[in-house]
């Protein structure tokens, strides 16, 4: 398989799971094991979620098979879910504030969006490793599942995690 469609095949793969995600809390019953990993409410917050999980199920799937010799790829691959995140959130409060409401397809095209610059980041960062960064990447995944738990239970009180109506 070539270096062009391995990337089409893990972004379809991330988008597909993240789609997938966004129902699954409903079709489980809203099941709160499912509810720690899917989408719960339709707050910004929860949305990373569709890039985080499915970016850290494709990287233990690369740490496994295919990168299992080459840790590097974990700094450059944490940079790119940072940098989705960032992107998504930027991109979205800028066009929601220009426009004055929220427009579903435009968060769709912002998701898609986020997980294509979350890989771009990622292509750009993978030559850049060192020991510390590393275990500074492993830390920050750990974060974040640490987070995405406590504020799918709790949530504070502050607008990334309130519900956005479409």
């Known amino acids: 398989m ?4 391995r990337v089409i095949l893990r972004y379809l793969f991330v988008v597909l799971l993240g789609v ?5 809390y409903e079709l489980s019953g809203e099941n709160p094991i499912v509810g720690l990993f899917a989408l719960v409410n339709e707050s910004v917050w929860e949305h990373l979620k569709l890039l ?4 850290l199920v494709l990287t233990l799937w690369d740490l496994f098979t295919t990168q299992r010799n080459n840790l590097c790829f974990l700094s450059a ?3 790119g879910i940072l940098a989705g995140f960032a992107f998504i959130v930027v991109v979205f409060y800028t066009v929601t504030g220009i426009l004055g409401f929220n427009v579903a397809w435009l968060n769709i095209l912002i998701y898609l969006l986020g997980v294509a610059f979350a890989f771009w980041v990622e292509k750009k960062r993978s030559n850049y490793c060192n020991n510390m960064s590393v275990k500074l990447a ?4 750990i974060l974040f599942v640490i987070l995405f738990s406590i ?3 709790a949530p504070p009180a502050l607008g990334i995690f309130i519900p956005i109506a479409a």
């Open 77 to 79: 691959r944490t940079m």
């Open 151 to 153: 504020f799918t239970i």
């Open 52 to 55: 985080f999980y499915p970016m």
């Open 2 to 5: 070539n270096n062009r469609t």
């Open 138 to 141: 492993i830390a920050i995944l």
């Open 20 to 24: 997938f995600l966004h129902f699954a």
